[in-house]
């Protein structure tokens, strides 16, 4: 049977062949197609690009994925794919082939997301393109949002909410590192909090998430610590964030003015 995935074609292993017969680059592309579209990908009609078939043909020949996963990641970013949806993408693509997460491709996928996100001009006033997170002014309208509703139901801010700032910056660092760090926090955070946290990245290596103080912040920031970390080992990062990472729980102020005037304080 022959499989087709963009222009590669390749012979599918029969059924009836022998036990041992070395497995087609076509096999691995379909149980990855089927692994990730049954677990993280959103929408079926946009997981397939050529890169695909350029990085399982990597991984089949024991070549270098870097290239590939950049290609890849590049193209994850112009379609408007989120980085977490990306990089789950490629962890389905490492189990699908049986085989160790490789820390130079998952970096290499998250390096080309950021070009590729970078590139996409309709992000540019809500998304970072470093993390795919929003920006300081996108969270600054939302505590807008959270002090007004909080006047309206007689409630006090400081005592409902919070925020919790992670800082990661250290010095000398080579851009695309800078990139791949950021980009690694950005998905830490949205495995951490999730959906209904309004989050932001504040300036290259501090991003602040805003957070009900009901939710077991302190439980969150210490889990935000141990997932950035991790991220980061695993992506090869380690020695590009500030040890150890800083988290912690910033109270904030009475009035709005006075928040947004905080947001600029911990972005020096």
């Known amino acids: ?95 699908a082939a049986q085989r160790d997460p490789d820390p130079e491709a998952i970096r290499a996928v998250s390096v080309g997301w950021v070009r590729g996100r970078d590139a996409e001009p309709t992000l540019g006033a809500v998304r970072d393109p470093g993390t795919g997170l929003p920006t300081r002014e996108y969270l600054a309208e939302r505590l807008r949002e959270t002090y007004g509703a909080a006047v309206g139901a007689d409630r006090d801010v400081p005592t409902t909410h919070c925020l919790v700032v992670v800082d990661v910056a250290v010095d000398g660092l080579a851009p695309w590192d800078r990139a791949a760090r950021s980009a690694t926090v950005g998905r830490a955070l949205e495995q951490v909090f ?29 889990a935000t610590r141990s997932v950035v970390e991790r991220n980061a080992a695993l992506m090869g990062l380690a020695d590009a964030l500030r040890r150890p990472t800083r988290v912690w729980v910033e109270r904030l102020p009475t009035s709005h003015g006075a928040a947004v005037e905080l947001l600029s304080q911990l972005a020096r």
Not at 194 to 221: I, K, Q, S, Y
């Open 194 to 222: 999730g959906e209904g946290h309004p989050m932001a990245a504040l300036t290259d290596g501090v991003f602040a998430v805003l957070a009900l103080r009901e939710t077991g912040v302190p439980d969150l920031a210490k």
């Open 1 to 95: 049977m022959m499989a087709v995935h963009g222009g590669l074609f390749i012979m599918n292993r029969s059924t009836s062949g022998p036990p041992d017969a070395p497995e087609h680059p076509a096999d691995v592309i379909d149980r990855w197609r089927a692994t990730s579209l049954a677990e993280v990908w959103l929408r079926p009609d946009d997981w397939y690009h050529p890169a695909v078939d350029a990085l399982v043909e990597a991984l089949h020949e024991g070549r270098s994925p870097h290239a590939a996963a950049h290609r890849l990641g590049a193209a994850r970013g112009r379609a408007g794919v989120g980085l977490g949806e990306t990089l789950d993408d490629v962890e389905c693509l490492y189990r």
